[in-house]
């Protein structure tokens, strides 16, 4: 093929550059404050250079550097006064280097926040430590991305989320590298259960909302990259609380060859879905286990193991339901009652074995072999009874409140046997080649996807002993109507996938150093071909940032690029089960132009960043969202637009720790090709609408375009905020406070075209908080002796979720009357409720 002659060239050019690369050498030390304690995650990197790294637990640093050449290294953290030091190493030379640094605020062990832009692209970096005190219920990492500008997310159940107008799935994530994949056939945040990242076992988070490299994958909204830990001491912790427990351990060999990190979690959510307003025996739990496992074996080759087990398993047994909805003057109640139960099962299983070669200093090649599989069943039979009421609305009146008028009575039925098995294996090469003020970067890789789906499920509705739609009366007539029996959203297919996908891509990046600005350029391509489809895709990126030499720390970027993102599976799939053999790649072009913007305000840092963004999308598919689940129309019938404005400020707002407010504004809209629609009138002038109009003889009709219509993540306003406080005179007392505003999204109908989608679900208000003491730790006194002297801290926390106690909504259920009039019921997310947590160390 001429693609694989392209990317042996390539690879033959890379190898000769590496053959006449320059030796670096290597500085080390430990980072450490004026009592000698050593700084966790402060930043080392070299000026005018991209890269860097940061300190381990013990304050304790690596990195390369330019031999022979003098060199700046910069060294900072928040709360201390940034150093930068003067150094010229020889080449091949390793240099201890420790450095002391000076507080400027009052320090707050185990709690700083570092939440650093890396500037010259577009991606966002968070402190990990966040993710572990962060108020949640459904996980700790996607809890803190929630809270980032341009990421929306409604449903605390779940850890999915939406970035600037895209959906769940138009999200990467990345672990070491490693593409993660999730189950597929989960319709709510009931039955997601535990997400694939640890914040256990993080070292370093960083997101992109858009405009991101080359080098990342066929995605068209976010990314996501994941670093664990490289351990280089025994630590372990243990936590536990009403929603479950979880621990991890870490450590090095004696020879510091061997390296191991594990971590296992168990979680039931029982506790929280007790409050739900479907009564009932829930019975989820999520059990997930972990390990890294790494061994040099010598200073040019590592070898490292990612691996993974995961299984969800959900169980309810409904009883009752009772929903109050409506308005002031138009209040109605639904009570149902159940018969019937559902039973789900998630089962994945994940590993990774990765070669990390280093000819050179400035040469890093790594070849990766990975594969993924998920077993997964849906089963469930649930009958629902259903009376609905008119309730009285009238202060005045003693049965305020109350049901007075019956509405509508009937029976819903609903069936599930669907089955997927899905296996995903991949081999992939990258390397990273640097020299000079440029970083070469490139990767292949070859994907084998191998799906098997067995559906079968269907809704039957029946109002008052009559199966809808109802046949008309024939009282008294010789010959009745005997109509089938109706079944609604039937799905019913057993579909066998197995296909390759060749994937790759190289990337540029500049840096220039001037005496009025520096500068950095990036430049990259990549190309995917999918043999299903049989559709090759290029996709060049480039972004561009400028940092004056002004009196103020400002950066300008700004990045452009196509993002293809071809059909994994889903969207092949149509609301009845078939497959479009045919489906095309969506396609979004990213414009985003950004600013960062450092100051101090009372004596303290504060970070303003603002970003601003247009997204032209093509070939979409329509879908539909219900809960979490997605369901795709499977044909490229429409195009449209995101476009919007992003604000983040974070700092000292407390003097010591960090926080940080989010507000996005934006607008997605799409126009469906051929959604046109007709209305008709009677001749005396008035629109037809059948089972209302008497007088149905059509004399006259209109066709409607509906144009541009808001996509189903068209909400508009989103604001966010993560606050931390604590005791001016006792810091062992803290407090961390989420909060998130989302403003109304579309929805319809079932069964109605997507024009009719006008309907705007109340806005989505959340606020959670917890309030933590240190029991052991840096601020108390550690026993000597006994039980509690291993420990290297200790804390108890209280958190109150959904402080505000509001009626949150997911998404609706419809049910009818004999008359076929449709109720839109809420469903409602989770109550106010409180948690207590255990976090220890050693």
């Given at each position: 093929?001429?693609?694989?002659?392209?990317?042996?060239?390539?690879?033959?050019?890379?190898?000769?550059?590496?053959?006449?690369?320059?030796?670096?050498?290597?500085?080390?030390?430990?980072?450490?404050?004026?009592?000698?304690?050593?700084?966790?995650?402060?930043?080392?990197?070299?000026?005018?250079?991209?890269?860097?790294?940061?300190?381990?637990?013990?304050?304790?640093?690596?990195?390369?550097?330019?031999?022979?050449?003098?060199?700046?290294?910069?060294?900072?953290?928040?709360?201390?006064?940034?150093?930068?030091?003067?150094?010229?190493?020889?080449?091949?030379?390793?240099?201890?280097?420790?450095?002391?640094?000076?507080?400027?605020?009052?320090?707050?062990?185990?709690?700083?926040?570092?939440?650093?832009?890396?500037?010259?692209?577009?991606?966002?970096?968070?402190?990990?430590?966040?993710?572990?005190?962060?108020?949640?219920?459904?996980?700790?990492?996607?809890?803190?991305?929630?809270?980032?500008?341009?990421?929306?997310?409604?449903?605390?159940?779940?850890?999915?989320?939406?970035?600037?107008?895209?959906?769940?799935?138009?999200?990467?994530?990345?672990?070491?590298?490693?593409?993660?994949?999730?189950?597929?056939?989960?319709?709510?945040?009931?039955?997601?259960?535990?997400?694939?990242?640890?914040?256990?076992?993080?070292?370093?988070?960083?997101?992109?909302?858009?405009?991101?490299?080359?080098?990342?994958?066929?995605?068209?909204?976010?990314?996501?990259?994941?670093?664990?830990?490289?351990?280089?001491?025994?630590?372990?912790?243990?936590?536990?609380?009403?929603?479950?427990?979880?621990?991890?351990?870490e450590g090095i060999s004696a020879s510091r060859k061997f390296t191991y990190l594990m971590g296992i979690r168990y979680q039931s959510n029982q506790y929280i879905l007790s409050g739900l307003q479907t009564e009932g025996d829930y019975k989820p739990n999520f059990t997930d286990i972990q390990t890294l496992l790494s061994y040099k074996l010598n200073k040019n080759w590592n070898l490292s193991f990612l691996g993974?087990?995961?299984?969800?398993?959900?169980?309810?047994?409904?009883?009752?339901?009772?929903?109050?909805?409506?308005?002031?003057?138009?209040?109605?109640?639904?009570?149902?009652?159940?018969?019937?139960?559902?039973?789900?099962?998630?089962?994945?299983?994940?590993?990774?074995?990765?070669?990390?070669?280093?000819?050179?200093?400035?040469?890093?090649?790594?070849?990766?072999?990975?594969?993924?599989?998920?077993?997964?069943?849906?089963?469930?039979?649930?009958?629902?009874?259903?009376?609905?009421?008119?309730?009285?609305?009238?202060?005045?009146?003693?049965?305020?409140?109350?049901?007075?008028?019956?509405?509508?009575?009937?029976?819903?039925?609903?069936?599930?046997?669907?089955?997927?098995?899905?296996?995903?294996?991949?081999?992939?090469?990258?390397?990273?080649?640097?020299?000079?003020?440029?970083?070469?970067?490139?990767?292949?890789?070859?994907?084998?996807?191998?799906?098997?789906?067995?559906?079968?499920?269907?809704?039957?509705?029946?109002?008052?002993?009559?199966?809808?739609?109802?046949?008309?009366?024939?009282?008294?007539?010789?010959?009745?109507?005997?109509?089938?029996?109706?079944?609604?959203?039937?799905?019913?297919?057993?579909?066998?996938?197995?296909?390759?996908?060749?994937?790759?891509?190289?990337?540029?990046?500049?840096?220039?150093?001037?005496?009025?600005?520096?500068?950095?350029?990036?430049?990259?391509?990549?190309?995917?071909?999918?043999?299903?489809?049989?559709?090759?895709?290029?996709?060049?990126?480039?972004?561009?940032?400028?940092?004056?030499?002004?009196?103020?720390?400002?950066?300008?970027?700004?990045?452009?690029?196509?993002?293809?993102?071809?059909?994994?599976?889903?969207?092949?799939?149509?609301?009845?089960?078939?497959?479009?053999?045919?489906?095309?790649?969506?396609?979004?072009?990213?414009?985003?132009?950004?600013?960062?913007?450092?100051?101090?305000?009372?004596?303290?840092?504060?970070?303003?960043?603002?970003?601003?963004?247009?997204?032209?999308?093509?070939?979409?598919?329509?879908?539909?969202?219900?809960?979490?689940?997605?369901?795709?129309?499977?044909?490229?019938?429409?195009?449209?637009?995101?476009?919007?404005?992003?604000?983040?400020?974070?700092?000292?707002?407390?003097?010591?720790?960090?926080?940080?407010?989010?507000?996005?504004?934006?607008?997605?809209?799409?126009?469906?090709?051929?959604?046109?629609?007709?209305?008709?009138?009677?001749?005396?002038?008035?629109?037809?609408?059948?089972?209302?109009?008497?007088?149905?003889?059509?004399?006259?009709?209109?066709?409607?375009?509906?144009?541009?219509?808001?996509?189903?993540?068209?909400?508009?306003?989103?604001?966010?905020?993560?606050?931390?406080?604590?005791?001016?005179?006792?810091?062992?007392?803290?407090?961390?406070?989420?909060?998130?505003?989302?403003?109304?999204?579309?929805?319809?109908?079932?069964?109605?075209?997507k024009h009719e989608h006008t309907l705007r679900i109340p806005p989505y208000r959340r606020v959670d908080i917890g309030f933590s003491k240190q029991i052991i730790g840096e601020n108390t006194k550690r026993p000597a002796r006994g039980f509690f002297s291993h420990f290297e801290s200790l804390w108890i926390t209280a958190e109150v979720f959904n402080l505000l106690q509001i009626n949150n909504t997911v998404s609706?259920?419809?049910?009818?009357?004999?008359?076929?009039?449709?109720?839109?019921?809420?469903?409602?997310?989770?109550?106010?409720?409180?948690?207590?947590?255990?976090?220890?160390?050693?």
């Open positions: 093929m001429p693609g694989t002659r392209i990317i042996a060239t390539i690879l033959f050019i890379f190898a000769t550059l590496a053959l006449a690369a320059q030796k670096k050498a290597v500085i080390f030390g430990k980072v450490s404050d004026h009592n000698g304690k050593g700084i966790e995650l402060a930043n080392i990197s070299i000026s005018g250079k991209t890269g860097g790294t940061s300190t381990n637990k013990k304050g304790e640093y690596e990195l390369r550097i330019p031999g022979g050449e003098e060199v700046v290294v910069l060294v900072s953290f928040i709360g201390y006064e940034k150093k930068s030091i003067r150094i010229t190493v020889p080449p091949g030379i390793r240099r201890e280097l420790n450095i002391k640094l000076k507080t400027i605020s009052t320090e707050l062990p185990g709690f700083e926040v570092k939440d650093e832009r890396v500037r010259q692209t577009n991606f966002t970096r968070i402190d990990p430590k966040e993710a572990k005190v962060v108020p949640s219920i459904s996980g700790g990492v996607e809890d803190l991305i929630k809270t980032l500008p341009g990421v929306a997310s409604s449903n605390e159940l779940s850890s999915q989320y939406s970035v600037r107008g895209g959906n769940f799935d138009e999200n990467l994530v990345y672990v070491n590298g490693i593409e993660i994949y999730r189950p597929f056939l989960i319709r709510s945040g009931q039955q997601e259960g535990l997400s694939f990242l640890n914040s256990d076992l993080v070292s370093s988070i960083q997101f992109s909302a858009g405009g991101f490299d080359a080098k990342y994958g066929d995605k068209m909204s976010s990314v996501l990259d994941i670093k664990y830990k490289r351990p280089v001491e025994f630590a372990a912790s243990v936590s536990a609380s009403l929603l479950g427990a979880q621990g991890h351990v993974n087990y995961a299984r969800n398993s959900y169980k309810l047994i409904p009883s009752s339901r009772t929903t109050k909805f409506g308005t002031i003057k138009e209040a109605y109640q639904l009570k149902i009652y159940f018969d019937g139960q559902e039973v789900d099962n998630f089962e994945t299983f994940f590993g990774a074995l990765s070669a990390e070669y280093n000819p050179i200093p400035n040469l890093q090649l790594r070849f990766t072999a990975s594969a993924f599989q998920t077993i997964e069943s849906e089963t469930f039979d649930i009958q629902g009874q259903y009376w609905i009421g008119r309730l009285e609305t009238d202060f005045g009146q003693e049965q305020f409140g109350d049901v007075v008028e019956a509405q509508g009575v009937g029976t819903y039925l609903d069936h599930a046997r669907n089955y997927l098995y899905a296996t995903v294996m991949n081999a992939q090469h990258r390397g990273t080649y640097n020299f000079r003020n440029q970083i070469l970067q490139w990767g292949v890789k070859l994907q084998h996807e191998i799906i098997d789906d067995q559906l079968n499920e269907w809704e039957m509705v029946d109002s008052a002993g009559f199966t809808i739609p109802r046949p008309g009366d024939s009282v008294g007539s010789p010959d009745p109507p005997h109509p089938d029996l109706i079944l609604n959203d039937v799905v019913k297919t057993d579909i066998d996938i197995s296909s390759n996908r060749y994937t790759g891509f190289v990337q540029n990046t500049w840096e220039f150093a001037g005496y009025k600005a520096d500068k950095s350029f990036t430049l990259g391509g990549r190309f995917n071909y999918w043999d299903f489809n049989e559709q090759f895709l290029f996709s060049p990126r480039a972004s561009f940032s400028i940092k004056p030499n002004w009196g103020r720390d400002v950066l300008f970027r700004f990045a452009a690029g196509y993002y293809y993102q071809p059909p994994f599976y889903k969207e092949l799939r149509d609301l009845e089960g078939n497959l479009n053999y045919d489906i095309k790649a969506q396609k979004s072009i990213h414009f985003v132009a950004g600013a960062d913007y450092n100051f101090f305000a009372w004596s303290r840092p504060f970070k303003l960043t603002s970003e601003v963004y247009y997204k032209y999308l093509d070939d979409l598919i329509p879908y539909e969202v219900d809960n979490v689940r997605i369901r795709y129309y499977a044909d490229n019938n429409a195009h449209g637009y995101a476009a919007g404005v992003d604000l983040k400020i974070n700092g000292e707002f407390v003097k010591g720790v960090e926080s940080w407010a989010s507000l996005s504004v934006m607008k997605t809209e799409e126009d469906i090709e051929d959604d046109f629609y007709y209305e008709y009138y009677n001749d005396a002038g008035e629109l037809i609408i059948p089972g209302f109009t008497e007088n149905n003889v059509v004399a006259d009709s209109t066709r409607f375009e509906p144009g541009f219509i808001p996509r189903p993540t068209d909400q508009r306003i989103t604001f966010s905020m993560f606050f931390q406080d604590y005791l001016p005179n006792n810091p062992t007392y803290k407090m961390h406070l989420k909060l998130i505003y989302g403003s109304r999204l579309p929805f319809g109908p079932p069964d109605s075209p609706y259920i419809w049910v009818k009357d004999v008359n076929n009039r449709e109720y839109a019921v809420p469903n409602y997310l989770t109550p106010r409720q409180l948690n207590i947590r255990i976090v220890a160390s050693f």
